[in-house]
Structures are given as structure tokens and as C-alpha cells.
């Protein structure tokens, strides 16, 4: 599986982006995907993931209420919806995917797309 993101961008705090990757090929109803970040000089930490086939989703801490994460079954596409941009949004985010249960350790994940910058000014 080639995972490609998209829709990164410089924004002002407050305004809202949205994230799309996009799976070379179909994804089988067994996998997860998730999305997670790295700001400059920290550790890769996860974001939210969704059950591809139950659209089960989890968030963290940082992105509850603010950030939402989709499905398109039919483009074989997620999306993370990113409302209320903070500065400390600031980071690489990248997707990933993962077969059989979820979970937010990047170990965890099998697949990963090549990253899209995203950068809210203060």
C-alpha cells in the first residue's frame, strides 16, 4: 500500500485545513488508518486513527474536539478535518496504516505516507 498525503499549508491560528491520503490501491476492510505528527525537535506522536470497515474513530488529547477524522470508501481516502489551528499544531502529519486493530504507537504501523507540512502562525 503507497499512502500519499495532501492539503497541508501556512495558516493563521484559527482557521481550519484539511488533510487528505490518498491508498494507491483499495483498502481491505481489516485495516486502520491514522494520522500522526512531528513537530521540529519532538517525537512523531498520533493524532486520531478510524477503523476502515466500523469507522471507529480515536482521538487525542490534543485534537479532541478540533480535529476530525474521515473516510471515503469509494476513493479510498481519509481525511483529517483540522478546525480552531493552533501554533502548536505546527508539524509534519502523516498517515499510516496498520492490519488487524488499532492503535496510536507509530510502531504499530506498516504503511506510512511521505508527510505534508502544516504551519499556523501565531
Known amino acids: 500500500v503507497q499512502l500519499q498525503a495532501s492539503g497541508g499549508g501556512l495558516v493563521p491560528a484559527g482557521d481550519s485545513l484539511r488533510l487528505s491520503c490518498a491508498s494507491s490501491?483499495?483498502?481491505?476492510?481489516?485495516?486502520?488508518m491514522a494520522w500522526f505528527r512531528q513537530a521540529p525537535g519532538k517525537e512523531r506522536e498520533f493524532v486520531a486513527f478510524?477503523?476502515?470497515?466500523?469507522?471507529?474513530?480515536s482521538y487525542a488529547d490534543s485534537a479532541k474536539g478540533r480535529f476530525t477524522v474521515s473516510r471515503d470508501n469509494a476513493r479510498n481516502t481519509i481525511h483529517l478535518q483540522m478546525n480552531s489551528l493552533k501554533p502548536e499544531d505546527t508539524a509534519v502529519y502523516y498517515c499510516?496504516?496498520?492490519?488487524?486493530?488499532?492503535?496510536?504507537?507509530?510502531?504499530?504501523?506498516?504503511?506510512w505516507g511521505q508527510g505534508t507540512l502544516v504551519t499556523v502562525s501565531s
Open positions: 490501491r483499495r483498502i481491505n476492510n481489516n485495516y486502520f
Open positions: 499510516a496504516a496498520k492490519i488487524y486493530g488499532y492503535s496510536s504507537f507509530s510502531r504499530d504501523y506498516d504503511y
Open positions: 478510524i477503523g476502515w470497515l466500523s469507522g471507529t474513530t
